[in-house]
């Protein structure tokens, strides 16, 4: 079964910066188009779900534009990771980060809690 896994959250103050991860296959990170997608607290999972950043390996590389500027995606095939860089970060946001396929191919993992408070 596939796994996604999320880690890297954590609460930061306004201005501040996280570094996010995503665990999966080689395979997956090498012939699928990768991305990042963020919900708001309280939403069931998998509704509502805002696309942050999109990647693919050797490809074209996206982002919404309310985050462009800020945050930059890079994978890492060898270490089967996905990355999610985020500097400057306001309290717009604060979500739950969840990777996937852009076509949100497969079952979602745990997600990982960004909270930008002071």
């Known amino acids: 079964q596939v796994q996604l896994v999320e880690s890297g959250g954590g609460v930061v103050q306004p201005g501040g910066s996280l570094r996010l991860s995503c665990t999966a296959s080689?395979?997956?990170?090498?012939?699928?188009?990768m991305a990042w997608f963020r919900q708001n607290s309280g939403q069931a999972p998998g509704q509502h779900l805002e696309?942050?950043?999109?990647?693919?390996?050797?490809?074209?590389?996206d982002y919404a534009d309310s985050v462009k500027g800020r945050f930059t995606v890079t994978a890492d095939i060898a270490k089967k990771t996905m990355n999610l860089q985020m500097n400057d970060l306001n309290p717009g946001d604060t979500a739950v980060y969840y990777c996937?396929?852009?076509?949100?191919?497969?079952?979602w993992g745990p997600g990982t809690q960004v909270t930008v408070s002071s």
């Open positions: 080689e395979l997956i990170l090498t012939f699928n188009t």
């Open positions: 696309m942050v950043a999109s990647f693919k390996s050797g490809g074209p590389i």
């Open positions: 996937n396929t852009l076509s949100r191919r497969f079952p």
